[in-house]
């Protein structure tokens, strides 16, 4: 009669077991996120068990986490682990449940959690989530029993309703995966067009750093370009430690491989990778863990540089993060180009304004139509006139009267396309000091700006950019030559005028100074007294003077306490810069030394 009852009520119990697994399975099918339906399924399984909370952990591929959206009580953010980490890391591996009475008696528990929140964990049921086919997607834990202990039914009962709603989290995972992923290439065209419309290749390099980095969860990134000048990659931005331009050859590390070679490298570990050096690693401090490295190949097909990624989050970079950065710096290296090509340019228009701006000569450069387009400095001061008076100014009407005979000059250069030289040249400017006329010398050379074509022909009126006036102020040099003729042969003075920098002015040089002083050398004389700081400062520029010297530097004074040193003179080297550098870290190094020894001595 006893083992009928019990019989009956397993049976009643089963039931009403299945009648619940086909109400969660109602429940879900109609919920529409994966949020709502880990928060139902926990709400539901800690209900029936009568235990205080629950947390249903997913497993994310991409990075090797579990993670849960919702868990009750307070712990409402999302969590994220590590999926061999923990009891739940364990189960998640080891694909069976269990049941634990005293976490705390279990070594795999992870006591910081409950530290951190105030929460007392006290015994758990942690099963695997399994597909019909067997996968395990996540884990499900719940903890605290409120009466009793939990039993092996309730283990059951968990591992039924994991099993029962695994179909519809997979769903809700797929559809958020579509979701994430559209979102992703709506992104991924947004940041391309973004990153293209600039045209500063510093902070182009910056944005296509920041933007490889966020987009494949890495923790720094660097872009190199080929210098093909120097067959040296560089890169402007090095993110993560604040690194300005760095260099290396176009064939060195990973880098160079995958410049020289085309193709991408996947080093999950990268200590493990001959190729790595990890010399950088030892002078940064930093570890690198997984490289992605992919080649920058602009639209002929030719490498321009590479993108090299670094440690990616929750392990190595998959084909996925690979194809996105292929597809990423295929879009941007059309804009990389443009935007080197343009700062090569501005850099070429600033060396020749600068050169124009410091030539002692006067320049003046009128387009094809006639206009003045630019006339430097000393072309102003030649000419005695501000820029407004002569920029965008028609050359026939600046060119008038008196300068009339400059412009027909100008006119035949045009015609013939032949330069034209006329030398001691006099002509009339005014003097704005005393509003007066005033005659200067120059020599005056013009010349026809002409672009060839690719044949290398120059007859084609379409090539004609323009004319080039450059004048040569004479007049001090003549009245010079006349007041040295008075006393000397003029055959001497000309020599000397054409040799006077070399003869008479002395060198122009590029010479190396070192300043160096005491620190607190006002206290120390104080305490020490005259004849203790003489004694002091013998012994110091001793030491000093010799670290000068062992670099090829020469004393040129001694200020109080501080010392100026040159390097380069008189007799300059190609490393003038280095040794002084090299001085002044020996200067360094042998005062610690010597401080050891008066320390040693009581002093």
């Given at each position: ?301 030719k490498v321009i540089g590479c993108t090299q990624v670094l440690n990616k989050s929750g392990g190595k970079f998959s084909d996925e993060d690979e194809s996105r950065l ?235 306490d501080a010392i100026m040193a040159a390097f380069g003179l008189p007799i300059s080297h190609e490393d003038d810069e280095d040794r002084g550098v090299k001085a002044g ?19």
């Amino acid at each position: 009669m006893v083992k009928k009852d019990i019989s009956i009520e397993d049976t009643q119990e089963k039931l009403r077991r299945t009648e619940l697994l086909l109400e969660i399975t109602r429940k879900i099918a109609g919920l529409k996120t994966l949020s709502e339906i880990l928060w139902s399924l926990i709400e539901f399984v800690t209900d029936e068990l009568s235990s205080d909370r629950g947390t249903l952990f997913l497993n994310d591929k991409e990075t090797n986490e579990l993670y849960s959206r919702i868990a009750q009580g307070e712990l409402t953010r999302e969590i994220r682990i590590l999926n061999n980490v923990g009891i739940a890391g364990a189960i998640f591996q080891n694909r069976i449940g269990e049941i634990i009475h005293d976490v705390y008696k279990d070594n795999r528990f992870n006591k910081e959690v409950d530290q951190e929140t105030g929460y007392h964990t006290k015994n758990m049921i942690c099963c695997p989530v399994k597909t019909v086919d067997g996968d395990v997607i996540g884990v499900i834990q719940v903890l605290n029993k409120k009466k009793g202990r939990f039993t092996k039914d309730n283990l059951l009962f968990v591992e039924s309703v994991a099993t029962q709603a695994a179909v519809s989290i997979q769903n809700a995972q797929n559809s958020e995966h579509f979701e994430k992923k559209r979102a992703k290439e709506m992104e991924f065209i947004n940041i391309v067009s973004d990153v293209t419309a600039e045209i500063d290749l510093g902070a182009l390099l910056q944005r296509v750093m920041q933007e490889a980095t966020r987009m494949l969860n890495a923790d720094r990134a660097t872009l190199f370009l080929n210098d093909e000048k120097t067959n040296e990659l560089f890169s402007r931005v090095a993110m993560g430690e604040g690194i300005g331009e760095i260099r290396l050859p176009n064939t060195a590390g990973i880098a160079g491989s995958v410049f020289t070679s085309g193709k991408s490298m996947n080093i999950p570990y990268a200590y493990a990778d001959l190729r790595f050096n990890p010399s950088f690693d030892k002078q940064t401090g930093y570890f690198t863990r997984s490289i992605l490295c992919v080649p920058v190949v602009n639209k002929e097909g030719k490498v321009i540089g590479c993108t090299q990624v670094l440690n990616k989050s929750g392990g190595k970079f998959s084909d996925e993060d690979e194809s996105r950065l292929k597809a990423f710096t295929q879009q941007v290296a059309i804009a990389l180009e443009n935007a080197k090509l343009f700062e090569d340019v501005s850099k070429s228009r600033k060396y020749n304004e600068s050169m124009l701006s410091s030539m002692s000569n006067g320049v003046i450069t009128i387009d094809s139509e006639g206009n003045i387009v630019t006339c430097n400095k000393s072309g102003l001061k030649i000419l005695k006139i501000d820029e407004a008076e002569i920029i965008k100014k028609p050359s026939k009407e600046f060119f008038s009267e008196n300068l009339a005979w400059i412009f027909e000059k100008i006119s035949s250069v045009n015609e013939s396309k032949e330069p034209e030289i006329i030398v001691d040249a006099e002509i009339e400017v005014n003097n704005p000091d005393t509003d007066k006329k005033e005659k200067i010398s120059v020599n005056l050379t013009i010349l026809p700006l002409i672009n060839e074509d690719s044949d290398g022909r120059t007859d084609q009126a379409d090539n004609f950019l323009g004319t080039l006036l450059m004048f040569e102020d004479i007049s001090s040099e003549k009245r010079m030559k006349s007041t040295m003729s008075r006393y000397m042969d003029p055959g001497i003075a000309d020599q000397l005028l054409e040799d006077g920098a070399d003869i008479m002015g002395g060198l122009d040089t590029t010479a190396t100074l070192l300043f160096s002083d005491l620190r607190s050398f006002t206290t120390i004389t104080e305490s020490l007294g005259a004849q203790g700081t003489v004694k002091l400062l013998n012994e110091y520029f001793e030491i000093m003077v010799e670290c000068i010297s062992e670099q090829g530097g020469m004393l040129d004074k001694f200020i109080g306490d501080a010392i100026m040193a040159a390097f380069g003179l008189p007799i300059s080297h190609e490393d003038d810069e280095d040794r002084g550098v090299k001085a002044g870290i020996n200067m360094i190094s042998r005062l610690w030394d010597w401080n050891e020894q008066r320390e040693k001595d009581g002093k």
